[in-house]
């Protein structure tokens, strides 16, 4: 038997073709049985990282930055002379058109929200990630 959720809300989104289609063969690899379930994952880690407030003190994180060729490389050598705190970049050309940067950075975490916000404004920035952790372990 189906348990039945009353409170569930039933969202609809717009996504095109191409991007529909790479989801579900992406939720297929990790095992997930439905959109649903694979989008409720989704927005948790989203909110997750939203909530990522209030923590006393610096925290380190790892960002990786995947981009296309469009990226105007001047605004984003301007954002990283701008945040001092990145203490390691690394460069990688992953194929003609794609590079990929990973950064450390030690900063408050408002600070590191701030440089991942530049980020994903930036134009022909396709994937920003992170991985984050307090430095008082
Ligand atoms: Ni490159």
């Given at each position: 038997m189906r348990a039945i959720f009353l409170n569930n809300m039933i969202v609809s989104m717009s996504m095109d073709d191409e991007l529909l289609a790479r989801f579900d063969d992406a939720l297929k690899t990790k095992g997930y049985s439905t959109r649903s379930e694979a989008m409720r994952d989704l927005v948790r880690t989203f909110i997750s990282d939203c909530d990522w407030?209030?923590?006393e003190g610096d925290s380190i994180a790892v960002i990786t930055l995947l981009y296309g060729k469009e990226v105007k490389k001047p605004e984003l050598m301007r954002i990283q002379h701008r945040?001092?705190?990145?203490s390691t970049m690394l460069h990688t050309h992953i194929d003609p058109i794609n590079c990929l940067e990973v950064y450390v950075i030690k900063a408050s975490s408002d600070r590191i929200k701030e440089l991942l916000k530049e980020f994903r404004g930036l134009q022909g920035v396709k994937v920003v990630k992170f991985v984050k952790s307090a430095c008082e372990v």
């Open positions: 407030e209030g923590e945040y001092r705190e990145i």
